[in-house]
């Protein structure tokens, strides 16, 4: 008799260590939460990781990171890069945010503020961390009860990136300082406002891969959507609150 109640239970005990070993819960809206509702810059990508050879050698976007001061050639030697390919594939094959604080409340200054979904890749980055398999992956502390990552590539000149896995998911920013990861977690546990909390800033849901909007000064936003040409162009639109 105590045998028949202890297969069953030894499969389902199975099953579930291999459910949690492959797959993990994600919602697009979720990523949201990471997001500062201070933000003036968002975007929302689909698939970077399948794109990523045309969108790294798309002349206009090299044109406007080149304005924003990042060299072509160090755009060439990510493209290439073998560690960070693997990275894009982990967090860029579903759906990134992307956004801009123009000051963190933790730190005080400006950083890019990330949130990709992990799904199935969760569990697994965690282990390869934690292994020691990515070793330029420094463990910081933890903070919020969530253990923070620090990563300073050089082609970011000075910038580091922090972040932590959330609920399924990669959340952090990338600035000078590491603090500004406490405000991100601090927007995910629902301590500080976020874009999650701004159901009317949200972008609306478009079968368009690069979307996003621009916040001014005086609270305007700027919807906009863009897309590559087969050619190599670009294609954009942005809309106003003014009418023309």
């Known amino acids: 008799r105590r045998a028949l109640f202890f297969w069953p ?3 389902a005990f199975t099953a579930s260590s291999l459910l949690w070993l492959v797959w993990a819960p994600s919602s697009t809206n979720a990523l949201y939460r990471a997001i500062p509702a201070s933000a003036t810059f968002l975007g929302v990508h689909r698939d970077l990781s399948g794109r990523w050879d045309a969108l790294s050698s798309n002349p206009l976007l090299l044109a406007l990171l080149e304005s924003l001061g990042t060299e072509p050639s160090e755009v060439e030697r990510l493209r290439d890069d073998p ?20 000051r963190m409340r933790s730190s005080g200054e400006s950083a890019w503020v990330f949130a990709a979904p992990l799904g199935g ?8 961390l934690k292994s020691g398999k990515m070793p330029d992956c420094k463990r910081a502390a933890t903070r919020n ?21 959330v609920e399924g998911q990669v959340v952090g920013c990338i600035a000078s300082g590491t603090l500004g ?9 629902g301590n500080f406002a976020s874009l999650a909390n701004r159901p009317e800033r949200l972008p609306a849901e478009t079968p368009v891969a690069d979307r996003g909007w621009y916040r001014n000064e005086q609270g305007q936003r700027f919807p906009y959507e863009f897309a590559l040409t087969p050619a190599g162009g670009l294609q954009a639109s942005v809309q106003t609150p003014w009418r023309m």
């Open 9 to 11: 239970l030894l499969l």
């Open 83 to 102: 560690g960070f390919r693997e990275l894009l594939r982990l967090l860029g094959s579903d759906e990134l945010v992307l956004a801009y604080v123009p």
């Open 121 to 128: 890749q969760s569990q697994r980055l965690r282990w390869m």
């Open 145 to 165: 009860g969530w253990l923070v990552w620090v990563w300073a590539p050089r082609e970011l000149k000075g910038q580091r990136i922090a972040f932590a896995l």
């Open 181 to 189: 990861i406490d405000e991100v977690l601090g927007c995910v546990d």
